[in-house]
């Protein structure tokens, strides 16, 4: 009889990983850390590296890439830097005004400016 429990419960695993539903762990194990995941260009060869962020080392997060998911530094802040035109230069000190999130005001992140170094921007959402 254990051994038909242990089938039993070894199929039910397979159905659950074949619907896609996450593996029941442990109280705590998927907790999800702090920050916000930056937007990723999708990985096309769908590799999952993690399935959730406690599977990530240090304080890295198990963020979304397309079809895949990589361990990667969240950003403090919620948004992404915007894209940069280097064709449009635009207006600024070109020097770092930051190193990250927590040192611009409010909602503002630290991101690449047009010439190459680092200002606090207005995310994009």
């Known amino acids: 009889m254990p051994a038909r ?3 039993l419960l070894v199929a ?3 159905l659950g990983l074949l619907l896609g539903l996450p593996p029941v762990t442990g ?8 920050g916000v995941c930056p937007a990723l260009e999708a990985d096309v060869n769908c590799t999952k590296e993690c ?12 963020c ?3 079809c895949a998911a990589v361990c990667q ?18 207006l600024g000190f070109c020097v770092n005004k930051c190193q990250e999130d927590s040192q ?3 909602n503002m992140k630290c ?5 190459g170094k680092m200002s606090c921007v207005t995310p994009v959402f």
Do not use: H, V, W, Y
């Not at 959730?52 to 198990?62: F, M, V």
């Open 5 to 7: 429990r242990l089938g």
């Open 12 to 14: 039910a695993l397979l």
């Open 27 to 34: 109280a705590g194990a998927g907790a999800e850390k702090t």
């Open 51 to 62: 399935l959730s962020d406690a599977e990530c080392a240090d304080n890295l997060k198990c």
């Open 64 to 66: 979304p890439a397309g």
């Open 73 to 90: 530094m969240p950003n403090e802040k919620k948004g992404s830097c915007p894209q940069i035109d280097l064709a449009f230069p635009q």
């Open 104 to 106: 611009c005001p409010s």
């Open 111 to 115: 991101c690449l400016n047009g010439c």
